[in-house]
Structure formats: structure tokens, C-alpha cells
């Protein structure tokens, strides 16, 4: 049996409530409240405790999916990473980098975001990148 | 937020405005709490009375889209009686006599009447305010998401400097930011005017500085888009293809069905996420990231806080880390990128970015720290504004008049519908509905309606209504509650199949680009 508790940031709120996140050989079984966090010290709210619930669900996507015929199909990664780079291609040079558009997100993390305004910046060229911090 | 979290407590009085705070930031609702059994005054200004409205000294029920003229009714009391902080205005403020003399102009009978607060407690709130030691003012997207967004925020920065209720320990002023890592999304330059750390794109010295970091001739200097600006260019052919990373637009944007219109109509649409939510239905490719508890990384919260991300557990399937994702897209679009972890980009962004230049992975084992931490050795800042001292020198006062929301009721739409968070669900539900205890506790959407309204369209507890704005049209279940007066209704907004963001205005503050989710008119009719 492989125990772990992995402490961790909550992923909802901007509070951050700080929690080590249960797993057993590799599935993730309970949330347990970080004591020492001087933002939730010990405490978290019923989003925070039930946290680790939607991240294995079944319904998440396991795949790259990409529209054939208009219906979504299951694709290679190689595939729909190449679709999307030479989309982005042929869109900047059929109508330029400004008619490209990039949805940064509060979700995802710091570094992840940074990357995605570095890469509609400097490698598309364009500053049309926005997130819904006013949602 | 000015002040770190853990201060609230210590603070006399709290000002809580346009904030749902136990049920959509919970633990900072667990400071109030205990700022409160330190004896602490409450004040709680909101069209729905909301949980924390019941531990409140005093209450008042403002209507929807009134803030600026309930706080200058508050200021124009506090000057009235002489309770200003004068030598804090002195040396600290600018601007001051401008903003004078619009408060002297304001008439309380006219601010009681608009905003239906009483004379009296317009008094009493400005006078407990006023004469606070440590006062705190809590707010949320109550007051941002308005037409007058940007307004209502200048006018509580008014409201803190006319009684220098900033710039000290538990004293200032706490916008709570709406989703986990909206902070820290505006910091790394997730915005179309600026690089991280708010460094202008219009900023020669910023626009060079990041040219050479990032091996590029040059970097374009005219400002982006923002999201709704992006779906118009789509209308208007001018945008083609739209990358969107871990957002759901088409349950969170206001205009639903225009925002499906855009989407279904942009030429190549590419939606990274870890379901396939009503967005994503709509791409043309859809790329599998991966959720928080399988990433490494970084948040920034509510009070600049910058804590770990860590990975517990593998991806499923073949999800993919969303930064490998951008990562090999750039490579294959021919920009070279070579990262080896998300440790290597944070190295990058902190050499970037003097707020965060002090900040490295070794130094936030433990409680994280809140910038601006600009080298190793700085310890993180708390409050922001120490002793008065604003970033951009003095603190500017505001002549802000009162502008009424961009839609009102009339005959046609009599209702004035609001929207907001219910307790055991986030944002577009995305991630809550799929958690069994959460989906258990709200399966489904519903509508908050006074018992006096829900007496005259002849309807109980349960029964189906449906709500039309000018925009579209919805069916759900109704509650009766006395949390909306007369008039107003209420309703969350986490549930795709009562998507209460097909009726929302999509009119946006001019400044800030937020749309008037708060306020629009509608019409209910019962469902047989
Ligand atoms: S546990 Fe609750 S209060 Fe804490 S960050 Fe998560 S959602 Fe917010």
C-alpha cells in the first residue's frame, strides 16, 4: 500500500485554504485541513473538504478530442497539437496576429498563465489575452 | 486586498458591502466571526440580505446598483460632522476640495430615497464607520459588477482615505477576488495591457525589458483585447481564433446565447480543460489539461499570498500538464520553449518581476509569502499602503456622482434580478457538480422571490416559473425568501441548465470592461 498526503493549495476560492490531499496507491481518498496555515489554520469550508471528489471522476477528459465530420473524436496528442499550431499559423498569416484571441484562467497556475501570455506576446504576437477576473 | 487575512480579526469595525462573504470566501467570513467576539461592530450594506447580514449591528438593504449613492449619502454625513480625519487628508491625500464639493452638493433625502435606506441608519452607518480606530471594508463582486463598477470601488477608496482607515494594521480596504487564482492570474499578465507584475505593454522600458528576456526583435505595444471585446471582433470578422485555457464562458459570460453565437461562429476554437463543458462542446479541438491535485505550481490568493501547488496524484488517461501543452503547441508554431519544469518558469517570472522577485519554490515551503517581495531577503508584505504612503505617491480623491444601472425595471420587465453563489457550489459548477457530496447537498438551480411577489403571480415554494429578460428566457423552480425585498430576485448562477447568464447585460463598466452582472430587468411568469 502507497500512502501519501500531499499538501497542497484549494483550487476554489480566493481564500487558498492550504490541505494535504489523501491518496492511496494513486487514487485520491480525502482532504485533511492544514493546521499550520495561517490563512484557514485548520479549518475549511464543505467546497474545501470535498475537494478531491471531482478530480478522478469519470467524466473527465482522458484524450485530445478534435471535430471530424462535426463530431468530436479521439485523436493522438501528436495529431491535435499539430492541428492547433498550424491553425494558429495559417490564422496569423491569412488575417494577421491581432485576429488571434487567448482566455488565460483563474484557474490554472501562475506559471501556466505566464506561459500562455508569453506565448500569444512574443511567439503570435498579438495582446489579446484576458481571463474572467471580472466573472 | 490591502491588509493579509488573519487581520480582519483584529479590526472594530467591518464594513461588509457587495460580498456574500460566508458563502463564497467562507474563511474570511471565519475572521469576521472572530473579529466579532473581540467585540467588533458589524455593518452589512446589500440588496439581499445575505448570512453574515444576521450577525450584523446594523443591516441595510440597498438597492441593486446604489452603492455610490449610499456611501456619498455616508460621506456626506461624516463631513457634515466634522468627522473626517483632517490631518490624515492633509498630508497623505490629493485632489480633496473637488471631491468636497460633490458630497456638498449630495442631498440625504434624495440618496434615502434612491437607495430606499432609511435617513437614520445612513447616519448610524457613517458614524460607526467614522469614529472606528481599525476599520476594515470588506467588498466583493457586489460592487464590481456593475456598470459603475470601477465608481463604486473609487468611492470606498474615498470613503477609507476621508477617515484614514487605511494604510495601518487591520485598517483598510479588502476587495475578495471571486475565483482561486484571479490574483495571481492579473500578476502574471493574463490581462491585454500589461506584462506580469502590471508592467504596461505600452511601456517602452517594460516592452524592451521583455523583448530581450524572451529573445523576440520586438513585442506589439498596442493594447489587446479583453473577452468581451474578443467575442464582438468575432461578430465583426475581425477575430478568427480564440485559445481558451480552463474557462467556461458560455455558463460565466453574461449574454449566453450571444456568447454560443461567437463561439459557434469563430473559425478555429481551441478549448484546454478537464471536462467537456458546454465551452468545449463548441471546439473545434479540445485539449485534456490536467486538474490542481495533479500539478505542481503556484496560486496567488486573495491577499497576494503566493503558496505551492503540488502534485498528489498522476493525471488520468492521458491528460496532459497544461504548461507541456502550451509549451509544444509553441515549439511546433516555431517559438522555441524549453522548460523543464514548472520550478524553471517560476525562476523566469521572478526575474521578471520585481514583486515577485524574492520569491523562489525553496522560499515558499511553509506559509507561502504575499508580495511585493522584490529580493531573497525581503520577508513578504502584509498590508499594502503602510502609514498612509500610496504606490503612486498621495492617495487621490474622486468626485464620483451617482449614475443609475444600465438597465432598470419598467412595465414591461418589472423584476430587478440579481445573481451570485450559492455555499456548496464554484463558479460554473464545472468542478462541484462533479463532486457527489457537493452535487447531494444543491442538485439543482432556483430562484430567490419575495413571499409578497410569489403571492401576487400565485405561486408556493417549489413550483416552476419562467424568467425572461430582453435577451432570453429561462425555466426553474422558485424559493420564497425574505433575503430579496419586494421586487427583486435572486438566483445562482453555477447551473448550465438554468443558465441564468442567458438573461444577464452584458453593458460593461467603461473602465474596467466588467459587465452588469448585478443588475438586469426581467419579467416572471408562472408555469403550469
Ligand atoms: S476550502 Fe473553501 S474557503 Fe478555503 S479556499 Fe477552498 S473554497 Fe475557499
Known sequence: MDYRNTLTTCTYCGCGCNFFLESLD???????????????????????????????????????????????????????????????????????????GFFASAKVTNEENYLMQKFARAAVGTNNIDHCARL | MTNAMSEIEDADTIFIIGSNTATSHPLVATRIFRAIEKGARVLVADPRKNQIAAFADLYVRHRPGTDVALLNGMMKVILDKGLEDKAFIAENTEEFDAFKKLIDGV????????TG?????????AEIYAKADKASIVYCMGITQHTNGVNNVKSLANLSMLTGNIGK?????????????????????????????????????????????????ELPTKIGLTIPEMLHGIEKDEVRALWIMGENPVVSD???????????????????????????RLAHVVLPGVSFAEKDGTFSNTERRVTRVRKAVEPVGEARQDWWIIQEISNRFGFKMDYASPEAIFKEIASLTPSYGGITY???????????????????????HKDGKFTRGKGLFHAIDYKPSAELVDDEY???????????????????????????????????????????????????????????????RIMITERVEKGVVFMPFHFEEANVNKLTNPAYDPIAKIPELKVCAVKLEKVS
Open chain 1, 26 to 100: 494513486g487514487r485520491l481518498t480525502g482532504t485533511i485541513p492544514c493546521k499550520t496555515s495561517p490563512v484557514n489554520e485548520g479549518k475549511l469550508c464543505i467546497k474545501g473538504w470535498n475537494v478531491h471528489q471531482f478530480v478522478q471522476s469519470e467524466k473527465r477528459l482522458t484524450k485530445p478530442l478534435l471535430r471530424k465530420n462535426g463530431e468530436l473524436v479521439e485523436v493522438s496528442w501528436d495529431e491535435a497539437l499539430n492541428f492547433v499550431a498550424s491553425g494558429l499559423k495559417a490564422a496569423k498569416s491569412a488575417s494577421g496576429a491581432d485576429s488571434i
Open chain 2, 107 to 114: 442631498s440625504l433625502d434624495e440618496v434615502s430615497q434612491i
Open chain 2, 117 to 125: 435606506v432609511l435617513l437614520e441608519d445612513i447616519h448610524t452607518l
Open chain 2, 169 to 217: 494594521y487591520a485598517t483598510g480596504v479588502n476587495p475578495l477576488r471571486g475565483q482561486n487564482n484571479v490574483q495571481g492570474a492579473c500578476d502574471m499578465g493574463g490581462l491585454p495591457n500589461v506584462y506580469t507584475g502590471y508592467q504596461p505593454v505600452t511601456l517602452g522600458a517594460a516592452n524592451k525589458k521583455f523583448a530581450e528576456a524572451w529573445g523576440v526583435n
Open chain 2, 254 to 280: 453574461p449574454d449566453a446565447n450571444h456568447v454560443v453565437k461567437a463561439l459557434e461562429k469563430v473559425e478555429l476554437l481551441i478549448v484546454q480543460d478537464i471536462f467537456l463543458t458546454p465551452t468545449a
Open chain 2, 362 to 384: 525553496e522560499r515558499l515551503e511553509g506559509p507561502g509569502l504575499q508580495w511585493p517581495c522584490p529580493s531573497l531577503e525581503h520577508p513578504g508584505t502584509p498590508f499594502l
Open chain 2, 414 to 476: 418589472p423584476f430587478c434580478m440579481t445573481t451570485g453563489r450559492i455555499y456548496a457550489h464554484y463558479h460554473t459548477g464545472t468542478m462541484t457538480r462533479n463532486s457527489k457530496a457537493l452535487d447531494f447537498e444543491a442538485p439543482e438551480g432556483f430562484l430567490e422571490i419575495n413571499p409578497a411577489d410569489a403571492k401576487a403571480l400565485d405561486v408556493l415554494d417549489g413550483h416552476r416559473v419562467k424568467i425572461a429578460s430582453r435577451r432570453g428566457e429561462i425555466e426553474t
